[in-house]
């Protein structure tokens, strides 16, 4: 295995690029610049599994894509280190070596990148922000010099021009606006010698941008466009080499906005991955996020299936017919919602489930049935949150034109103004957590994966087992046994479910449902002790990191 850098240390990138990595053409370099690239911290949530963190080992979620991007698009004689604030603080040390400092976030984040704008400049640097919360509201963020709206294009080419000309402060905010995209066959693998995957629960990857639907609710189709845009086959697979020659992410989750945007994409990438599986001896697992039209597309599931694919997030939302017309989810409505979940776990694909309350056609029937709707489908793991606005999106503007849109929410957990009293929301999200996240109803959901879905899985190939792996097993294990199975109150349920699948060296599925329900236990409780947001979105509105779902190896 390839030698790391140490953990956390955001070591200068200087020297070889990753493999087919494209740089900016800039006619004149100019100085050697330092940048520091850093990701805020990013909020905890139902679908982020921070309370499984101690448990594995690792420290963030996932690698985040876009800033590691642009990390790799820099000019090749620059100084480039990065900071993930997820795995580690940005340090005064950090600051007082850059010339300038680039920073990403979604509308979650907006408060530590004006800490670290402030920051910065205490420390004499320029303050470059790009990313989806000042693309979609840069009026937002009157602290850095330079703003970066939009996609990696044209706007990002002559924003490294003035930076390679002067990187001196000036004296008014200036806005670069991407007008022409870079296509993504030409964007470069990002970053990924500027991390530790072991600092991650699992890696990442892009194929697509954009999404074809027009959900009320969603700002992808402003933000990324309608038509899907893609990498090429080859692109993914050498990102996926890149990963392995630095280590075993175990499971590579697709970020993509909608992994079949473009089905005839979809199954090219599939063929190319099955493929590229074979060739390796199947060493990772896939996931990724999906509409529910997935269910249509048996083909598209079957080479799913065949390259591994063992879990996908769907926005299901609400199993009310009358919700989801309103919220313009027809795909939603092209089956039965149940159906649908059935054929997904029919080939082996777990199935992960967005939820939302608040909606305009809530009314008393709608937790019941939202309850009787998790208990037959048998998803175990849900984002369950309260409707929230976001900028750029249908609900926006039709909140704003029947004067539903709270400018200033105050204390409530959400910028809707909700057609029911707010107190009874928040008592029915309450009570929902409450219920599919009690212990004993999480294990008999995955207890029904066990025994209904996993099994539909192509089997993977045993590789030989090194003292490493002996090491971080053991480790796993060790740990999972002390914080869930002795200390936990619902630690005989663990053990009913973990036993027997440790008899039959079943070992990656007890971390699997393990994990997951220890982070989903503690999270519900945190929400019923009031310590937790009701919605991830909040205070100003966030786009999730991928939609919000866990992926674990198993």
Partial sequence: ??????????????????????????????????????????????????????????????????????????????SVRFVDENVRPVADADLAWAEVVFLTGMHVQRAGVEELTDRAHQAGALVALGGPSVSACPELYPGPDLLHVGELGDATAAL????????????AQEA????????????????YHLIDLDDYLLASVQFSSGCPFRCEFCDIPALYGRRPRMKTVGQVTAELD????????????????????????????????VDWQRRRGYPLSFACEATMNLAQRTDVLELMREASFVQVFVGVE??????????KKQQNLRRPVLDAIGTINDHGLEVVAGIILGLDTDDAATV????????????????INLLHALPRTALWDRLVAEGRLLDDPGDRESNVDFLRPYDEVVAGWRDVVLEVFT??????????????????????????????????????????????????????????????????GRV??????????????????????GTADKCFYNPAGARPLTGGLPVVPG
């Avoid at 850098?5 to 900016?24: F, H, K, M, N, Q």
């Avoid at 019941?368 to 984002?383: C, G, K, N, R, Y």
């Avoid at 005989?492 to 440790?502: D, E, H, K, V």
């Avoid at 329900?517 to 519900?524: D, K, N, P, S, Y």
Wanted: some cysteine; glycine content about 6%; charged content about 20%.
């Fill in 439 to 504: 212990p004993d109803a999480l294990y008999a959901r995955f207890a029904h994966q066990l025994e209904r879905t996993y099994p539909n899985r192509r089997p993977r190939p045993q590789r030989p087992v090194t003292r490493a792996d002996l090491r971080r097993g053991l480790s796993v294990l060790t740990r999972i046994g002390w914080h869930v199975g002795v200390r936990s109150d619902y630690r005989r349920a663990f053990w009913r479910m973990a036993l027997p699948l440790l008899r039959q």
């Fill in 368 to 383: 019941p049935d939202l309850l009787a709707f998790v208990a037959a489908s048998h998803v175990p793991m849900l984002t």
């Fill in 508 to 529: 990656e599925k007890v971390v699997h449902f393990a994990t997951v329900t220890h982070h989903l236990v503690t999270f519900a409780r945190e929400v019923a002790a």
């Fill in 176 to 191: 670069y606006r991407t007008v022409e995209r870079l296509e993504l066959a030409d964007c470069p693998p990002p970053a």
């Fill in 1 to 78: 295995m390839t030698q790391r850098p140490a953990r956390g240390t955001g070591l200068d990138a200087v020297g070889p690029p990753e493999p087919g990595a494209s740089r900016v053409p800039v006619a004149d370099p100019g100085p050697a610049r330092r940048v520091l690239c850093v990701f805020p911290r990013y909020a905890k949530s139902f679908g982020t599994l921070d309370h499984a963190f101690p448990l594995v080992g690792a420290t963030a979620f996932m690698p985040p894509q876009g800033i590691l991007t642009i990390a790799a698009y820099l000019p090749a004689g620059w």
């Fill in 318 to 327: 609400s199993p009310s017919t009358s919700a989801l017309q309103l919220i």
């Fill in 242 to 273: 890149a990963m392995l020659a630095v280590g075993d992410p175990g499971t590579v989750y697709f970020v993509d906005d909608n992994f079949i945007a473009d089905p005839h994409a979809a199954l090219s990438l599939l063929h190319g991955l």
């Fill in 160 to 171: 490294i021009a003035r930076l390679a000309d002067d990187v001196s402060r000036p004296a």
